[in-house]
């Protein structure tokens, strides 16, 4: 990668990228509430299983799909690919939520590299052919900085690792210091989830965290909440 690809990689994976991640738990806030996520080491429990069972083997495929499909111009296979992963996801919610980031992140890339042609998401957004969820803008930017699939991948578990944290921190009784600490040893998993995504193809995208699901699901009907999902 060229120096300047590689520091706008390294802004889109700031967490302070004004894409909506600070408004959204994915259902961490129900269980907070619930008494079922109340240490860092549940924390973390947590996001190694959401790593291995949800990110890598569903959310991936997303990436994946455009690392395949836009050098081939099989779009209308890319559009499939991210409605299978996406239509997965059961929360309403949280399905809205996902929707809500990767357009804003589509946007925003557009206004901070406009030399990076987003035309054709753009386009097929407008048309309905494609739902710019999250994953997919994230490896199409990806792509067209230069940067490799697995790269784009493991990057994007970072993504998931720091704004799960950064909402934890917000929900449980856990110092700023603690969650470096724990996005420290977190890190190096991202290599496990890409071995785990590498043996997929985009189409045998599944998830297998029904106990997150349904935290997800049940967000919605909270009494009082700090996330939108």
Not at 8 to 19: E, G, M, R, T
Not at 42 to 59: I, N
Not at 150 to 172: D, G, H, K
Request: glycine letters at 6%.
């Amino acid at each position: 990668m060229k120096m300047r690809n590689w520091l706008a990689l390294q802004q889109l994976l700031d967490s302070a990228i004004p894409i909506g991640g600070f408004s959204h738990s994915f259902g961490l806030e129900t269980m907070v509430q619930e008494g079922r996520m109340a240490s860092s080491a549940e924390l973390e429990a947590y996001v190694r299983t959401m790593l291995t069972h949800s990110w890598a083997t569903s959310d991936a495929m997303a990436v994946k799909a455009v690392y395949r499909d836009v050098p081939a111009g099989a779009w209308e296979r890319l559009w499939a690919a991210e409605r299978l992963v996406h239509m997965q996801r059961l929360a309403a919610e949280t399905r809205q939520g996902v929707e809500k980031m990767g357009k804003r992140l589509l946007k925003l890339a557009g206004d901070i590299w406009p030399e990076l042609d987003m035309a054709d998401v753009a386009v097929a957004v407008r048309e309905g052919r494609c739902l710019a969820t999250l994953p997919l803008v994230h490896g199409f930017v990806c792509l067209r900085l230069g940067v490799s699939l697995r790269q784009a991948s493991e990057s994007y578990f970072y993504t998931c690792i720091v704004t799960t944290v950064n909402s934890a921190l917000r929900l449980m009784s856990m110092g700023q210091t603690e969650g470096q600490r724990l996005i420290a040893r977190l890190a190096p998993m991202t290599a496990q989830a890409w071995d785990a995504a590498a043996a997929l193809e985009p189409e045998e995208a599944h998830a297998n965290m029904p106990m997150a699901e349904l935290a997800m699901i049940r967000h919605e009907t909270l009494y009082s909440r700090l996330f939108m999902s």
